[in-house]
C-alpha cells in the first residue's frame, strides 16, 4: 500500500530534550516536505527537500533540522524543543507529473509534539 | 510568507452548492492545489489548477484566474460526509508550499 508512514504518532517532551521525528515514504517520490499545523494558522512549510542530499528551508525552519540521506526517509530533528513547538507536524511526499512543479502531496499521518 | 485568504468557516445545507473562495499573491506562482482535511487526520488531495479556467472533477470543481489571484472550489450536492476543512495552497518558485488557514465547512441536514 502506497504510503507515508512518521513516527512516533504522539510525543510529550521536556524543554531542551532532543527528539527526532521519522518519516518514511514507499512511493519513490523525489520532493518530501514537513509542515506544522497550528489553531487559526493552517499548515506552514517547515523544511522540505527536493532530492537525496538536497534540502531547504520552508517559511518557519527556526529551531529544526533536517536530512535526506535516502530517497525514503526525510528525519525532523528537533536539537533543543521549545514550548512553541508544541504543534501537530505532517510530513509529505509528491512526484513530479510534468515539468518541475511537485504534484499531489501525499501526507503521512501526523505526529502530535507537546513540549513542557 | 506569502498571504493566502480564504474564509474562515460556512455553513451550507445537505443537497446544495457551496462555493469557497481563495485569493492569493500572483508573483512567483506556479500552482494551487485544494486539500480536504477532516477533524483529527491528514488532508487529502482534491484538485490542482495551473492554467485558467476551471477543473471539473465529479461532485468538486476548481477555477482559477492567475491574472486575478484567485480561486474557487465549488461543491455540487453536498453530502454530510462533506463537513471537513478545505484547504487552498500555493506552490511558489517551484518547490515551496503555502496554505491558507482553511475554510471549515459545516453542513446541515
Known amino acids: 500500500e502506497a504510503q507515508v508512514t512518521q513516527n512516533p504518532r504522539y510525543l510529550i517532551t521536556v524543554t531542551g530534550k532532543k527528539l527526532t521525528v521519522t518519516c518514511s515514504q514507499n512511493?519513490?517520490?523525489?520532493?518530501m516536505s514537513w509542515y506544522r499545523q497550528d489553531p487559526g494558522l493552517g499548515l506552514r512549510q517547515i523544511y522540505y527537500?527536493?532530492?537525496?542530499?538536497?534540502?531547504d528551508k520552508g517559511d518557519v525552519p527556526e529551531g529544526y533540522k533536517v536530512s535526506r540521506k535516502e530517497k525514503r526517509n526525510f528525519p525532523l530533528i528537533l536539537e533543543s524543543p521549545s514550548p512553541n513547538q508544541t504543534s501537530l507536524y505532517f510530513c509529505?511526499?509528491?512526484?513530479?507529473?510534468?515539468?518541475?512543479?511537485?504534484?499531489?502531496?501525499?501526507f503521512g499521518p501526523g505526529t502530535r509534539l507537546t513540549v513542557t | 510568507g506569502q498571504n493566502i485568504d480564504q474564509p474562515t468557516e460556512m455553513t451550507a445545507t445537505e443537497g446544495a452548492i457551496v462555493q469557497i473562495n481563495c485569493t492569493y499573491q500572483?508573483?512567483?506562482?506556479?500552482?494551487l492545489f485544494w486539500y480536504q482535511q477532516h477533524a483529527g487526520e491528514a488532508p487529502t488531495f482534491l484538485s490542482y489548477n495551473v492554467l485558467d479556467g476551471l477543473e471539473e472533477k465529479g461532485r468538486f470543481s476548481s477555477f482559477l484566474s492567475r491574472s486575478k489571484g484567485y480561486s474557487y472550489l465549488l461543491l455540487k450536492e453536498l453530502q454530510m460526509k462533506d463537513s471537513a476543512s478545505y484547504l487552498c495552497?500555493?506552490?511558489?518558485?517551484?518547490?515551496?508550499?503555502?496554505f491558507g488557514s482553511g475554510t471549515k465547512l459545516n453542513v446541515k441536514p
Open positions: 509529505a511526499s509528491s512526484f513530479r507529473r510534468a515539468g518541475p512543479v511537485p504534484y499531489e502531496q501525499y
Open positions: 500572483t508573483s512567483g506562482f506556479n500552482g
Open positions: 512511493m519513490n517520490h523525489e520532493y
Open positions: 495552497a500555493v506552490i511558489y518558485n517551484f518547490n515551496k508550499f503555502y
Open positions: 527537500s527536493m532530492n537525496v542530499e538536497v534540502t
